[in-house]
C-alpha cells in the first residue's frame, strides 16, 4: 500500500444504520466491501464490470437482483454509467484529501523556514576523516592522530601535515 493511499474513513454510526436498515445481512456485507474497496481507490470509484466479482458472486441472476433492488440505490453513477461510488464516501474522501493537501504545504513553509539559515555542508568536529581502508586516521578537533604503531616516513609526516591542515580548515569554518 503506497504512503499516499487512504486507509481509514469515519463511518457515522446513526446514518450508516438508518440507511442500511432495510439490506439482508448478505446485501449489507457487499455493501460494507463495496465501500471500503471504493475508499481505496486513487479516485474513490469502483467499475460497474467489477462489483459482482467484489462481492464474491458471478455475474447472474443472484448478483442482479442484489444489486437492483438493495445496493445500486445506495450508490450513484459517473457521468458514462462506467463507474460507481458513494455520495457520502466521496465527500469523506474529498476532505481527507483537501487535509493532506493543506497539512503538506503547511510542512513544505515550515521545513523552508527552519532550513532557511541552514548550511547544506556544515562538517561537524570529531567525524572521520580517511577511507575504510586506513580507520586510524581521525579527525577530533584540530588534531589529527595517527596509531602509535606507525613509523613515519617523510611521505607521512607530509600526509599528515596536509591532513591536519585540512583538519584546521575545516573546523575554523564552521
Request: glycine share 2%; net charge positive.
Amino acid at each position: 500500500m503506497s504512503k499516499d493511499s487512504n486507509i481509514w474513513f469515519p463511518m457515522y454510526a446513526n446514518e450508516f444504520i438508518s440507511h442500511t436498515t432495510h439490506l439482508s445481512n448478505t446485501s449489507l456485507g457487499c455493501y460494507i466491501k463495496l465501500l471500503n474497496i471504493c475508499f481505496l481507490q486513487k479516485d474513490c470509484h469502483l467499475q460497474v464490470r467489477n462489483l459482482h466479482k467484489i462481492c464474491g458472486y458471478s455475474k447472474g441472476k443472484k448478483w442482479e437482483t442484489i444489486w437492483k433492488n438493495d445496493l445500486e440505490e445506495l450508490f450513484i453513477y459517473n457521468n458514462d454509467n462506467t463507474k460507481v461510488t458513494n455520495k457520502r464516501l466521496l465527500e469523506e474522501f474529498n476532505k481527507i484529501k483537501e487535509l493532506r493537501i493543506r497539512r503538506q504545504a503547511s510542512s513544505k513553509v515550515a521545513n523552508e523556514v527552519r532550513w532557511k539559515n541552514h548550511k547544506k555542508h556544515v562538517l561537524r568536529k570529531g567525524i572521520r576523516n580517511g577511507s575504510e581502508s586506513s580507520p586510524h586516521l581521525e579527525l577530533h578537533k584540530d588534531n589529527i592522530y595517527i596509531d602509535k604503531y606507525s613509523s613515519l616516513t617523510d611521505e607521512q609526516r607530509k600526509e599528515k601535515e596536509r591532513l591536519k591542515f585540512n583538519a584546521d580548515m575545516l573546523n575554523n569554518n564552521i
